[in-house]
């Protein structure tokens, strides 16, 4: 069985940063691509970023695009998600998912795709 364990959220003012982490555990966490969704109250789960299993590729959501980046360290087992200019707009649960398949080619935007997820960590942008 996978955990996935997010930290790192909280509350920050409009134009500030915050780094999110994913601890995971197991032994096959540099096997699998990983993504980052986040939800608001009342909206559904959407997708932020995704990086492959060898970080070597990444992808984001229109919306973050140039404000966040998604890095990984096999070693550690933790996938990041820095966040910088945050926006009121990005107040939301941050939720960590592991790839359903392994060795995955092409990065998934999807929750469906996704096998494994974290309990969520929040973050709130106060204008």
């Known amino acids: 069985q996978v955990q996935l364990v997010e930290s790192g959220g909280g509350l920050v003012q409009a134009g500030g940063s915050l780094r999110l982490s994913c601890a995971a555990s197991g032994r096959t966490f540099s096997s699998y691509a990983m993504g980052w969704f986040r939800q608001a109250p009342g909206k559904e789960r959407e997708f932020v970023a995704a990086?492959?299993?060898?970080?070597?590729?990444?992808y984001y959501a229109d919306s973050v695009k140039g404000r966040f980046t998604i890095s990984r360290d096999n070693a550690k087992n933790t996938v990041y998600l820095q966040m910088n200019s945050l926006k009121p707009e990005d107040t939301a649960a941050y939720y960590c998912a592991r790839d359903a398949t392994v060795g995955a080619t092409v990065l998934h935007m999807t929750p469906r795709e996704y096998e494994y997820w974290g309990q969520g960590t929040q973050v709130t942008v106060s204008s």
């Open positions: 990086i492959s299993w060898g970080g070597r590729n990444t």
